[in-house]
């Protein structure tokens, strides 16, 4: 029980938080206001938003790059601006969106500036700073390539090296502003999955802000959603799908949230409808098709045409006026759909 609790113990809160900007002497764009939120140790926490909604803006507040409004950031109970640099730097670590290019570096001097805020004004490692880069590399993955040159590397690796910088850092809290952006699907889930294997294991608090609502759904312990000034919507991902908050959050008449699925399915105008018969994988696919052609799937019987799965041997018959047409593909199913209603 001890373990848990401290597992559990939070390690940042806002209070009262406003965020957003001073605008000449008087006037101030104000964001949002009365942020209360939460990190837990161990915790991987993504914040989502469309664009605009202010999450870079949240994320530099909280991380005192920027001065809120009004309110204030805690770190494990002290107000941050309360707190000096080296201070701040010992307690949480920032991995930004923008592609590193210090191409005369290593990924070993890289990561071993993440000691920085623990060595003389010398910069002169120890044995201890070592063991902590050599540390971290291996939870990247990347160990053997310390000698490496920065720019000899693809960018996912490149953020593998921002992340063992921060965590060569060994603060309580990572936070990484779009880490996935620039990424290709397989690195997207591998940084994703990363992230969470890092909470998980080292007991740090994880904050990052993402647009990737597929993959934070599946990694995320907690998702703070936010839209334009209102109050931020914090929860467990399913909680958050299964009571709407992100169909209302990212509502939009081009595409719809699928609750079962966690999809976005686009919205595609509706000429006629279709009776399709079978389910599964094949009637999910078949279904995706038929909708972007503009057909409304039901199973219900409805006009004179359908589509009979025939699973076992991946066919589609299509009955039409009586006649039946076998398509061994979804391409000859539409071509086939497509020249019977030009004839029509
Ligand atoms: N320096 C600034 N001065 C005034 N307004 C700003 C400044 N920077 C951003 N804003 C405004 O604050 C709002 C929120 O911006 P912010 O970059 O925090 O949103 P975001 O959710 O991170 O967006 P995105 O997803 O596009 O990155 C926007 O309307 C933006 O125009």
């Given at each position: 029980m001890k373990e848990f609790k401290e597992i559990r113990k939070d390690i940042l809160v806002t209070q009262n938080l406003s965020i957003g900007y001073k605008q000449g002497k008087k006037d101030r764009l104000c964001l949002l206001s009365d942020i209360n939120l939460t990190i837990k140790r161990g915790e991987m926490v993504c914040l989502l938003g469309p664009n605009g909604a202010g999450k870079s803006t949240l994320m530099r507040t909280i991380a005192g790059i920027q001065t809120p409004l009004s309110g204030s950031t805690l770190v494990e109970g002290i107000?941050?601006?309360?707190?000096n640099f080296k201070e701040i730097a010992q307690l949480l670590s920032i991995v930004l969106t923008e592609r590193i290019d210090v191409?005369?570096?290593t990924v070993y001097h890289i990561v071993s500036l993440g000691r920085h805020p623990y060595t003389s004004w010398m910069g002169r490692l120890s044995e201890d700073d070592k063991e902590k880069i050599k540390w971290a590399l291996e939870q990247v993955g990347l160990l053997h390539y310390a000698?490496?040159?920065?720019?000899?590397?693809s960018d996912g690796e490149r953020q593998r090296v921002m992340i063992a910088k921060a965590l060569a850092q060994d603060t309580p809290l990572i936070m990484l502003d779009?880490?996935?952006?620039?990424?290709?699907l397989p690195n997207r889930v591998d940084i994703m999955r990363l992230l969470h294997r890092l909470a998980r294991e080292t007991n740090k608090a994880i904050l990052l802000s993402t647009h990737e609502l597929d993959l934070a759904l599946q990694a995320a312990d907690i998702i703070w959603l936010m839209a334009r000034s209102e109050p931020i919507k914090i929860g467990a991902p399913e909680d958050l799908v299964l009571n709407g908050s992100i169909e209302e959050t990212f509502r939009n008449k081009s595409f719809n949230f699928d609750r079962k699925t966690g999809n976005f399915i686009m919205n595609y105008q509706k000429k006629q409808s279709i009776q399709v018969l079978g389910n599964d994988v094949m009637g999910f696919w078949t279904q995706r098709a038929l909708s972007r052609e503009g057909y409304q799937v039901t199973c219900e019987k409805v006009g004179d045409c359908s589509v009979k799965l025939i699973e076992d041997s991946m066919e589609w018959e299509v009955i039409q006026n009586g006649s039946t047409t076998s398509c061994v593909s979804i391409q000859e199913l539409l071509a086939h759909l497509r020249k019977n209603s030009s004839l029509d």
């Open positions: 107000p941050i601006c309360d707190r191409g005369n570096l000698d490496n040159f920065i720019n000899q590397l779009e880490p996935t952006a620039h990424l290709d």
